[in-house]
């Protein structure tokens, strides 16, 4: 067998799927696992495609073209760096490892430089969608040694997920250099976080303040599902009230416990908005919202003390359930517009040369949170790549002004009902706090100068100022 174009190193489903996807795309791909015997069973159940099975590091970089490209499927953290300690000397000058994991984007950052002092090239790629993505196209998003990217680009391009009218259009292109690929990963994770959130909260209103039936909200999802909601996650969300449990005959989410889980990712996003300063406060929220389901036997004791309100809406229906499809909407705006601007900060912060509109496009197939919505970002950055808020730009500037009345009606019905809605609520207060020309802050920032000197800025001149608080108050 001749030498392959590309290896790949741990055969988890994942890892299977996207050398399945690699070998379609006319690619010869080895492969090494570190349970050898894995390696037989994957190629032997393969049998006429263009796979080598490997059974060490070494046999794995020697059947390779150069320079070598080895994706690597391993678990995100310490494993990550195990792995490149012992690829780097079996392998030469220029050649390149690909971090295709979930790993935090700080490790990209630091693996960039110490691979590139060995001589070696890194590429930190974040991929979404999940195992069909994978095996069928996921959206990639990578970076890391900007001169990898030559040389990854034709195999990366051509598993991925392709948009447009003639689905020709790649969800994949270069992102920036270190950390930039698993940023932006990490951010799309955030927004996963959010839109989950939200599509939650509204089936919760509509469940508990309409009382719709599993029935009414497929029917519910489906019409939003044909318009500007159109989406993957919408999408799986209708067809989840189809699905019928076969031990009980009841409807499956019905009897799924209400404790959501959690890999970190939405974590590290909010955790860095923090250190970067920005109000990402909805996808905050959804995390918050998912430690808070994860305490369901406190729950349960508290709902013993606390009995949940029973009231229902007693409203137009019909009218009710088009408001809650613009709460959604506008929420999804204000998502969107938090992570972009948290991406700009981050971009600013490493002296990234991020393209916005690029960035939508990643997202417009394959991954999770694909939308008929991304194009009308991408439209907003390539007429303005300066954008500093999606809320300004004059399509969702209109959007949202033809959701707001409903928007507010909804959030203020859920809570006279007595129905969480976190990320409803965040996205509105984060809307109305951003429209604001003037907010609470001067009483803050008095308060701080009156107990710590800390000094404020006024608005009639320049320069830092402090009060002898106690003083001034004693001499009124």
């Not at 080895?30 to 059974?55: A, M, Q």
């Not at 939003?224 to 031990?247: A, C, K, Q």
């Not at 929220?285 to 029973?310: D, G, I, M, N």
């Not at 009308?376 to 303005?384: M, Q």
């Amino acid at each position: 067998m001749s030498q392959s174009d590309i290896g790949l190193v741990g055969l988890a489903v994942m890892g299977e799927n996207l050398v399945l996807n690699m070998e379609s795309r006319g690619y010869q791909v080895s492969v090494f696992n570190r349970t050898v015997t894995k390696v037989d069973e994957f190629v032997g159940k393969n049998p006429g495609k263009k796979l080598k099975g490997c059974h060490s590091l070494k046999e794995l970089v020697d059947s390779l073209k150069s320079p070598r490209k080895i994706f690597m499927m391993v678990k995100a953290g310490p494993a990550v760096d195990d792995l490149i300690r012992e690829l780097i000397p079996l392998c030469s000058p220029g050649d390149i490892l690909i971090d295709g994991g979930n790993t935090y984007f700080p490790d990209s950052n630091r693996r960039t430089v110490e691979v590139e002092k060995a001589g070696l090239l890194f590429c930190g790629t974040g991929v979404s969608g999940g195992e069909e993505g994978a095996l069928k196209g996921p959206s990639i998003m990578p970076g890391g040694s900007v001169a990898s990217w030559p040389h990854v680009k034709e195999i990366l391009q051509k598993i991925s997920a392709k948009v447009g009218p003639n689905h020709d259009i790649p969800c994949c292109e270069w992102v920036g250099p270190a950390g930039a690929g698993h940023y932006v990963k990490m951010v799309h994770n955030g927004i996963e976080y959010g839109d989950m959130q939200l599509i939650c909260e509204a089936y919760f209103i509509l469940k508990n303040a309409l009382g719709l039936t599993n029935e009414e909200l497929y029917q519910v999802f489906k019409t939003w599902n044909e318009g500007e909601l159109e989406s993957y996650l919408i999408e799986i969300t209708r067809d989840i009230f189809t699905v019928i449990d076969p031990d009980t005959g009841d409807h499956l989410v019905d009897k799924i416990l209400d404790t959501a889980a959690q890999k970190g990712t939405g974590k590290w996003m909010s955790q860095h908005a923090l250190d970067l300063g920005v109000p990402t406060t909805l996808i905050t929220e959804s995390v918050f919202a998912r430690c808070l389901s994860a305490q369901q036997p406190a729950r349960v004791r508290a709902s013993k003390v606390f009995p949940p309100p029973t009231k229902r809406y007693t409203g137009d229906k019909a009218q009710f359930i088009e408001e809650i499809r613009q709460a959604l909407y506008a929420s999804k705006i204000c998502s969107y517009a938090q992570g972009f601007v948290q991406l700009e900060a981050a971009a600013n912060e490493f002296k990234w040369d991020l393209n916005y509109g690029n960035v939508s496009l990643l997202w417009r197939g394959g991954c999770i949170i694909r939308a008929r919505f991304l194009e009308d970002i991408k439209r907003a950055f390539d007429k303005n790549p300066k954008l500093e808020n999606l809320l300004i730009d004059d399509f969702f500037a209109a959007a949202i002004r033809k959701a707001e009345p409903g928007w507010r009606h909804a959030v203020a019905t859920a809570v006279e009902l007595g129905l969480p809605v976190p990320g409803f609520a965040a996205a509105l207060s984060y809307f109305d706090g951003y429209r604001r020309d003037r907010l609470p802050a001067n009483l803050l920032q008095a308060q701080r100068d009156y107990f710590g000197a800390h000094t404020y800025q006024r608005t009639d001149k320049e320069g830092a100022f402090h009060t002898d608080w106690i003083r001034a108050r004693k001499l009124t």
